[in-house]
C-alpha cells in the first residue's frame, strides 16, 4: 500500500504528461518529464505512430537468430561476462538485461526472464527490432539517439501496451568512440528503481573497456587524476600501437584527454597528447612500480600506469588497485615540452621561446643545441 501510495503522483504527472503531448499538441513545462522523453515522443508522432496501436513484434526466425549472433558475435562475447554479473545483480527484482547492436536489434539477454509471459518472451527473442521506429519511445531507442544513459518509467514509453515497462539504458561507445550499441535493463509491472541507471551504466563501461583491451595492441595507459588509485573501472584506458599511435581509448580517457572528446579520423599520436616522448611509456611498463605522473599540452598533469597486454590481467585482474609513486624526469619532461613548441612553432626557436616563456638560450640549452648566430 505504501509503495502505491508513493508511486500514485508519480504516475499522474506521466499521464498528465502525456495528454498534454500527446492528445493536446501543447509543449509541456520543464519538470514534467525529462526533455528527451518529450523529444522521442515528438520523433514517434512524427513518424506517424500513434500511442493507442498495438506494438507487434514480428516473428524472428531461427536462420535470423543465427545472422544476428554471427553479425555481432564480438559484442556479445565480449559481453558476456559482464551480463552474467549483471543477471546476478538484478536477479531479486524482476528486471532482466537485454543487449542491442547499433539499430536496436536484439543480440543477447540475460536475467530472470519468464517465457510464459510473452510480455517478456517477444521483447528478449535475438534479432527482434526494437529500435523507436518499431516500439516507440523506450530506453532502447532514446539511448541510441541521444546516446546517454536514461531511466523511463510506465507511462513514458510512448504506446499505451507498452506502459507495462520500466528500463534503464546505457550506450556502448567502441575503441573508436563510436556507438557500438546499448545496454539496457526492463522489468514489466515491477516497482520504479532508478538507481538501476547507475547499475546499466558502470555495466556498459566495463564491456567498453573489455571491447577496448580486446583489440591488438602494445601498450595500455590507465589514467586518473593525481589522489586517485589507479587500476579500477573509473580509470580512463588509452591503448597506443608500438609506434606510440592511438589504437583506441575509453569513453573515460575522452573526456580526460584533449582531442578525444568525439570519435577520431585521423591518427593520433601520443605525442600530441602527453607533454612526453612516448618511448619513455613503453620503459615505464618494463619496470616494477610503473605507476607516474605525466603531463598534457593543456597544464593539467594525470596519473598513468602503462601496462603491455601480456601483464594487464597480472596488474589489473584481481582489482589490484595501485598508487603512482613517482612522476617522470623532470628534465624530459621540460625536453619534451620544447621539443613540441618548436614543433609548433615550425623550427622558430625564438617563437619558442616567447610561447613559452622562456630565453632563446634557455631553449638551445634544454635541448643541447648550440645558439646560431644572427
Known sequence: MANSAIASPRLASIELARRTVLQEGTALPAPWIAPWIERSWQRCLRLGLQPHQPVIFDPVSSQQTRRTFEANQQLVQ??????????????????????????????????????????????????????????????????????????????????????????????????????VGMLDLTGIDALERPELKHLVTQSASKIENALLLAQNHRLTLRLNWPGNAVGSDADGIVCLDGDGWLTGANQIARQMVPGLVAPWQDPVHASEMFGVPYQLLFDAARRPEAALEIPLWTGLRLQALPIEP??????????????????????????????????????????????LGIGRATVYRKLGQRPQAK
Do not use: M
Open 78 to 179: 565480449t559481453a558476456k561476462p559482464v551480463l552474467e554479473n549483471l543477471g546476478r545483480a538484478i536477479v531479486d527484482t524482476r528486471y532482466f538485461a537485454i543487449l542491442t547492436n547499433r539499430e536496436g536489434v536484439v543480440v543477447d539477454v540475460s536475467g530472470p526472464i519468464d517465457r510464459s509471459d510473452p510480455r517478456a518472451d517477444t521483447l528478449t527473442r535475438i534479432g527482434t527490432d526494437l529500435s523507436e521506429r518499431s516500439v516507440g519511445t523506450t530506453a532502447i531507442g532514446a539511448v541510441l539517439t541521444d546516446l546517454q544513459p536514461v531511466w523511463l518509467h510506465r507511462g513514458e514509453h510512448f504506446f499505451s501496451c507498452t506502459s507495462v515497462y520500466s528500463c534503464a539504458g546505457a550506450p556502448l561507445f567502441g575503441p573508436d568512440g563510436a556507438c
Open 310 to 355: 601480456a601483464h594487464e590481467q597480472h596488474r589489473i585482474g584481481a582489482g589490484h588497485k595501485i598508487h603512482a609513486t613517482r612522476g617522470l624526469p623532470l628534465r624530459d619532461i621540460e625536453s619534451a615540452l620544447i621539443r613540441k613548441a618548436v614543433e609548433q612553432a615550425r623550427g622558430n626557436v625564438a617563437e619558442a621561446a616567447r610561447a
